[in-house]
């Protein structure tokens, strides 16, 4: 229910959630204590966990993000620009391409991108045709 786009230079998200059925606005994307930008999509409260425990040092990975069912993909994007890719581990995996989209949007979202749109104009798209991504949109540059 979310969808998250970088272009290289920018990170955008959608902000619509669902709490059993109501539309909420919330921020899934923030710059971290480093200068890192971080985005979660799926369940907001476990992304939210990934972030504490990304800028508490990596200790104690949280119990929840190693489960079949309740865990949060997120991404890092370092100062160097580099992707990061966390799932189920604490062991992220570097995205090698300079564009990425996340989130039950993210076909939409990638084609946009590869067609040459930034990544506010990759939601927007996103938002348009998929109907679990909405609300507004956050932005956060590197």
Same mark, same amino acid.
């Given at each position: 229910?979310?969808?998250?786009?970088?272009?290289?230079?920018?990170?955008?998200?959608?902000?619509?959630?669902?709490?059993?059925?109501?539309?909420?606005?919330?921020?899934?994307?923030?710059?971290?204590?480093?200068?890192?930008?971080?985005?979660? &999509?799926?369940?907001?409260?476990?992304?939210? +966990?990934?972030?504490?425990? *990304?800028?508490? =040092?990596?200790?104690?990975?949280? !119990? %929840?993000?190693?489960?079949?069912?309740?865990?949060?993909?997120?991404?890092?994007?370092?100062?160097?620009?580099?992707?990061?890719?966390?799932?189920? &581990?604490?062991?992220?995996?570097?995205?090698? +391409?300079?564009?990425?989209? *996340?989130?039950? =949007?993210?076909?939409?979202?990638? !084609? %946009?991108?590869?067609?040459?749109?930034?990544?506010?104009?990759?939601?927007?798209?996103?938002?348009?045709?998929?109907?679990?991504?909405?609300?507004? &949109?956050?932005?956060?540059?590197?």
């Amino acid at each position: 229910m979310t969808i998250i786009a970088w272009d290289g230079v920018q990170l955008a998200a959608d902000k619509l959630a669902d709490n059993g059925g109501v539309a909420l606005n919330v921020t899934k994307i923030y710059r971290l204590k480093d200068g890192s930008l971080f985005g979660c &999509t799926d369940i907001l409260a476990f992304g939210l +966990q990934m972030k504490a425990w *990304i800028e508490g =040092g990596l200790k104690d990975f949280p !119990a %929840a993000q190693q489960t079949e069912a309740d865990w949060a993909p997120c991404i890092v994007i370092t100062p160097s620009k580099e992707i990061l890719m966390y799932e189920r &581990t604490p062991y992220p995996f570097k995205v090698e +391409q300079t564009y990425i989209a *996340i989130g039950s =949007g993210r076909e939409f979202a990638t !084609a %946009a991108l590869h067609l040459g749109k930034n990544a506010v104009e990759a939601v927007e798209v996103a938002k348009t045709l998929c109907t679990t991504c909405g609300g507004g &949109t956050d932005i956060l540059v590197l």
